[in-house]
C-alpha cells in the first residue's frame, strides 16, 4: 500500500472538443481516507460491545465496510494492470508487489497461531493440524465455507483469500484481454456473485456459501474493475464521471434499503450488489474531491483518517485476535457500574488497543519490508480525461498508488 511515486510528464492521448486526456502521476490522499473509514466500520461490526447498546443492533452491519475495500481493490489494482500492461516484467513486479505487501504480516500471524500458540495450549494442535493448509493457501474460504465462525480468531481472513485469488487470476485476463472484452468479463463476475448467492439462498446452504465463497462475493471488486476501465475512456469526462458517482451512490443506497425492506435478515444476497454500487459510487466522489472545498474530500484528506487507512492492513489482519483476547482477559467491571459505560469503555479499549499495535507493526514490521517494493516498480500511471478547459475544477488528477 505504499507504492512509490514517480513523474510522468502529461501526454495527450486523443484530440476531442469535450474532453481531453493525459498521463498524471502522484497519489490519492482521499482514498488513504476511504481505507481508514472502511476499517472502522468493520472495528464497530466485529467489536460486539456497540451493538450490545439499546437500540444500535444495527451496528453489526457496519462489518460491510470490507466491501469497501473490495471496491478499492478492484479499482486500483485494475487500473496499475492496465498502466503497467505492456511493460518489461510485468507479471514479476505485480506479484513481488503484492508478496511484499500481503504476506509478511499475514503468514507472521499465521505462525503464532499454528506453530507458537499450541505450544501452551494442547488442545490447539488437533484443529491446527487440520486446517493449516488452508490458511497458507488462502482457500479458508472455501475449505471451511460450512463453518459459521473461524477457529483461532482468524474470521477476518477469509476476504483476504477473496483478494488473493483474484490477485491469482486477474492480471492474466488483463494481460490477454482487450479492454472491451474485461469490461464484459467484469459484468458477468458481478452477475455471477448475485445469481449465486440467491441460488443458495433459496436452496438454503449454509451462509458461508453467501458470506465467504469465493464465487459469491466478486460483485464489489468487479464494480472496482469497471470504474477503472471507465476511467481510462475517452468517453469519461469529469461532468460525466462526477453524474455516474452520484448515480451509482443514489441508487446503491436505495436498493440497500429496499432490499431490506423486502428481504429483512436474508437481505444480503441482493444487498451485497448495492452496497457494492454505492461504494462505488463513494469512490468516483472521492476521487475527484478536492480537500480543501468540499466537505467529502476535507473528512477523507484528514490527517488521523489518513494514517488510519495507512495502517488499515495491520489493523483488519489483528483486529480479531486483540478483540479476543480482550474478551477473555481483560474486564471492565471493575471501571464501570453500568452496562452502558462499561461497553462504551470496551469499545474503546479495544479500538485503541488495534491501532497501537498495528502502529507498532506498521513502523517496526511492515514498512522496513515495503522498502523492497522499490525494486519492482509498477510502471503505473493513470489516464483521466480532464475536463474542459473553462471548468473551475482543472487541476492535475493524481492516481493513488498505494496498494
Known amino acids: 500500500m505504499n507504492e512509490g511515486r514517480y513523474k510522468i510528464a502529461p501526454r495527450t492521448m486523443e484530440k476531442t472538443t469535450i474532453a481531453k486526456s493525459f498521463f498524471v502521476p502522484g497519489y490519492i490522499p482521499q482514498f488513504d481516507g476511504l481505507?481508514?473509514?472502511?476499517?472502522?466500520?468493520?472495528?464497530?461490526?466485529?467489536?460486539?460491545?456497540?451493538e450490545a447498546l439499546p437500540h444500535l443492533g444495527g451496528l453489526q452491519y457496519a462489518r460491510f465496510g470490507v466491501d469497501l475495500f473490495f471496491v478499492l481493490s478492484g479499482f486500483l489494482i485494475t487500473g496499475i494492470l492496465l498502466d503497467s500492461k505492456g511493460t518489461e516484467h510485468y507479471f514479476r513486479n505485480f506479484y513481488a508487489r503484492r508478496a511484499l505487501r500481503i504476506w509478511p504480516l499475514y503468514y507472521f500471524l499465521l505462525f503464532l497461531v499454528f506453530a507458537v500458540a499450541p505450544l501452551f495450549r494442547p488442545s490447539m494442535r488437533a484443529t491446527a493440524a487440520g486446517i493449516w493448509p488452508a490458511f497458507a493457501f488462502y482457500v479458508q474460504n472455501i475449505a471451511l465455507v460450512r463453518h459459521e465462525t473461524y477457529p483461532f480468531a482468524l474470521g477476518a481472513?477469509?476476504?483476504?483469500?477473496?483478494e488473493e485469488q483474484f490477485y491469482l487470476t486477474w492480471p492474466?485476463?488483463?494481460?490477454?484481454?482487450?479492454?472491451?472484452?474485461?469490461?464484459?468479463?467484469?459484468?458477468?463476475?458481478?452477475?455471477?456473485?448475485?445469481?449465486l448467492r440467491l441460488?443458495?439462498?433459496?436452496?438454503?446452504?449454509?451462509?458461508?456459501?453467501?458470506?465467504?465463497?469465493?464465487?459469491?462475493?466478486?460483485?464489489?471488486?468487479?464494480?472496482?474493475?469497471?470504474?477503472?476501465?471507465?476511467?481510462?475512456?475517452?468517453?469519461?469526462?469529469?461532468?460525466?464521471w462526477r453524474a455516474v458517482a452520484y448515480q451509482f451512490l443514489g441508487l446503491g443506497l436505495a436498493g440497500i434499503v429496499a432490499a431490506r425492506m423486502l428481504m429483512h435478515?436474508?437481505?444480503?444476497?441482493?444487498?451485497?450488489?448495492?452496497?457494492?454500487?454505492?461504494?462505488?459510487?463513494?469512490?468516483?466522489l472521492a476521487l475527484t474531491s478536492d480537500g480543501r472545498i468540499d466537505l467529502l474530500g476535507r473528512v477523507l484528506s484528514s490527517g488521523w483518517l489518513r494514517y488510519i487507512g495507512k495502517i488499515s492492513y495491520g489493523?483488519?489482519?489483528?483486529?480479531?485476535?486483540?478483540?479476543?483476547?480482550?474478551?477473555?482477559?481483560?474486564?471492565?467491571?471493575?471501571?464501570?457500574?453500568?452496562?452502558?459505560?462499561?461497553?462504551?469503555?470496551?469499545f474503546a479499549g479495544q479500538m485503541a488497543l488495534a491501532i497501537v499495535v498495528a502502529a507498532i507493526s506498521w513502523r517496526l514490521f511492515e514498512q522496513p519490508i515495503l522498502r523492497l517494493k522499490e525494486r519492482f516498480p509498477?510502471?503505473?500511471?493513470?489516464?483521466?480525461?480532464?475536463?474542459?478547459?473553462?471548468?473551475?475544477w482543472n487541476r492535475a488528477v493524481v492516481t493513488d498508488s498505494r496498494v
Not at 157 to 162: E, G, K, N, P
Not at 174 to 195: E, P, Y
Open 35 to 50: 481505507r481508514g473509514a472502511a476499517i472502522l466500520l468493520v472495528l464497530i461490526g466485529h467489536s460486539g460491545f456497540l
Open 157 to 162: 481472513t477469509w476476504s483476504l483469500a477473496v
Open 172 to 195: 492474466l485476463l488483463v494481460f490477454l484481454l482487450r479492454r472491451k472484452t474485461l469490461a464484459i468479463v467484469s459484468f458477468l463476475l458481478a452477475g455471477v456473485s448475485l445469481s
Open 199 to 240: 441460488a443458495f439462498h433459496f436452496l438454503g446452504a449454509a451462509p458461508g456459501f453467501v458470506h465467504f465463497f469465493t464465487l459469491s462475493r466478486l460483485d464489489a471488486i468487479a464494480f472496482g474493475t469497471l470504474a477503472a476501465l471507465w476511467l481510462r475512456s475517452p468517453n469519461c469526462t469529469l461532468s460525466r
Open 265 to 284: 435478515r436474508n437481505s444480503s444476497s441482493v444487498g451485497y450488489t448495492f452496497l457494492a454500487i454505492a461504494f462505488t459510487g463513494l469512490l468516483g
Open 315 to 346: 489493523i483488519y489482519l489483528l483486529h480479531y485476535p486483540i478483540f479476543v483476547l480482550w474478551a477473555r482477559f481483560l474486564q471492565t467491571e471493575t471501571f464501570c457500574q453500568t452496562d452502558v459505560a462499561r461497553n462504551l469503555l470496551a
Open 378 to 392: 509498477s510502471g503505473s500511471r493513470m489516464h483521466w480525461p480532464e475536463a474542459e478547459e473553462s471548468k473551475s
